[in-house]
């Protein structure tokens, strides 16, 4: 049965696993700011120990693409590159925005909208919206909170969950009862596996020379208030 490993190092945390038929079998994470290319070789040799696999026995190696931390995103794919090039398998690229969304909806299923946000500088956030399969409805985007934020979405949907790192920020502003908040971080690797191994079962794959993070906008752009 194939077996993937998931790099998840979008934050502030470094998260490793092996996941098989969906499920992880053995994680490692750490929450060690800026130590993510010291931890992850490591951590990876780890997994491999605890589940006593061998390289030869993993199908693919899935990572988390971004948006989110510049020099986290760039650790994460450079490693999976290496990876991939060295025992010749696939790269599944997973939208950052999309595990955050799956992981909330682990956490609480009955709601009808989720919109993961990642905390970016100041005001602003990384963010998109999706449906209870995940389907999205509002592209990814970088977006200033302000207190008439996301008026479209609130007049069509009830039950909003806002979720990820940008939660905390977003309850500053939205104070709308349909809105929820929640993290939902210790679901983020089991997200990733189940993405991941639907991607895989499509052939949905990265071109390992030419795949770069998503970063969603450059370094230092400015961002001006989206009309949602």
Same mark, same amino acid.
């Given at each position: 049965?194939?077996?993937?490993?998931?790099? *998840?190092?979008?934050?502030?945390?470094?998260?490793? +696993?092996? +996941?098989?038929?969906?499920?992880?079998?053995?994680?490692?994470?750490?929450?060690?700011?800026?130590?993510?290319?010291?931890?992850?070789?490591?951590?990876?040799?780890?997994?491999?120990?605890?589940?006593?696999?061998?390289?030869?026995?993993?199908?693919?190696?899935?990572?988390?693409?971004?948006?989110?931390?510049?020099?986290?995103?760039?650790?994460?794919?450079?490693?999976?590159?290496?990876?991939?090039?060295?025992?010749?398998?696939?790269?599944?690229?997973?939208?950052?925005?999309?595990?955050?969304?799956? +992981?909330?909806?682990?956490?609480?299923?009955?709601?009808?909208?989720?919109?993961?946000?990642?905390?970016?500088?100041?005001?602003?956030?990384?963010?998109? +919206?999706?449906?209870?399969?995940?389907?999205?409805?509002?592209?990814?985007?970088?977006?200033?909170?302000?207190?008439?934020?996301?008026?479209?979405?609130? *007049?069509?949907?009830?039950?909003?969950?806002?979720?990820?790192?940008?939660?905390?920020?977003?309850?500053?502003?939205?104070?709308?009862?349909?809105?929820?908040?929640?993290?939902?971080? *210790?679901?983020?690797?089991?997200?990733?596996?189940?993405?991941?191994?639907?991607?895989?079962?499509?052939?949905?794959?990265?071109?390992?020379?030419?795949?770069?993070?998503?970063?969603?906008?450059?370094?230092? *752009?400015?961002?001006?208030?989206?009309?949602?």
């Amino acid at each position: 049965m194939s077996k993937i490993i998931c790099l *998840e190092t979008s934050g502030k945390d470094c998260s490793v +696993a092996l +996941a098989q038929a969906q499920r992880i079998i053995v994680r490692q994470s750490q929450s060690i700011a800026q130590s993510h290319s010291a931890s992850i070789n490591i951590m990876l040799q780890a997994i491999l120990q605890q589940s006593q696999s061998h390289w030869n026995e993993i199908a693919a190696i899935a990572v988390s693409i971004g948006p989110g931390s510049y020099t986290g995103l760039r650790v994460g794919l450079s490693t999976a590159k290496g990876v991939a090039y060295a025992l010749k398998i696939p790269i599944v690229g997973i939208n950052t925005l999309r595990i955050i969304a799956r +992981a909330a909806q682990q956490k609480a299923p009955n709601n009808t909208i989720y919109l993961p946000m990642i905390d970016a500088r100041r005001m602003e956030v990384f963010c998109a +919206a999706y449906t209870t399969k995940i389907q999205e409805i509002m592209s990814p985007k970088a977006y200033i909170l302000h207190e008439n934020s996301f008026a479209e979405l609130r *007049e069509k949907w009830t039950d909003i969950c806002i979720c990820g790192s940008g939660a905390e920020k977003a309850k500053n502003f939205l104070t709308d009862p349909k809105f929820s908040f929640q993290s939902a971080t *210790e679901y983020y690797l089991d997200a990733l596996a189940e993405l991941a191994f639907e991607a895989y079962s499509q052939q949905q794959f990265l071109d390992l020379a030419y795949a770069t993070p998503f970063y969603l906008k450059a370094f230092g *752009e400015q961002t001006a208030a989206s009309k949602y």
